[in-house]
Nanobody
Framework: QVALVESGGGLVQAGGSLRLSCLASGPTLSTYTVGWFRQSPGKEREFVAAISWSGSNTNYADSVKGRFTISRDNAKNTVYLQMNSLKLEDTAVYYC?????????????????????WGQGTQVTVSS
């Protein structure tokens, strides 16, 4: 059973940067697509970014394109989310999640349903 632990959240001023990490313990992440999602109070969880097992394919929500970058280091069993030019509306709890199946690509239309293992989340707060 995989366990995912997010870290790197915190309080940052608008325009600043943060890098989130998602460390997996247990089975390797290297054969799975991994995604980042976020949820703000009163809002539904929304997709942020995803990366294929090899790192060759990435997907981004329109709201973060050009500002966020997802990457992975399979040797460290870790996926990262570099967040630049942060905005107030980026404030949320950020979750990483592992695809249910190995070697499966992700498409935005699928939403969160392909992801079966989730971390506990890390809070990101952007202040003015």
């Amino acid at each position: 059973q995989v366990a995912l632990v997010e870290s790197g959240g915190g309080l940052v001023q608008a325009g600043g940067s943060l890098r989130l990490s998602c460390l997996a313990s247990g089975p390797t992440l290297s054969t799975y697509t991994v995604g980042w999602f976020r949820q703000s109070p009163g809002k539904e969880r929304e997709f942020v970014a995803a990366i294929s097992w090899s790192g060759s394919n990435t997907n981004y929500a329109d709201s973060v394109k050009g500002r966020f970058t997802i990457s992975r280091d399979n040797a460290k069993n870790t996926v990262y989310l570099q967040m630049n030019s942060l905005k107030l509306e980026d404030t949320a709890v950020y979750y990483c999640a592992r695809h249910r199946d190995r070697f499966r690509q992700y498409s935005l239309i699928q939403g969160s349903s392909p992801f079966g293992s989730w971390g506990q989340g890390t809070q990101v707060t952007v202040s003015s």
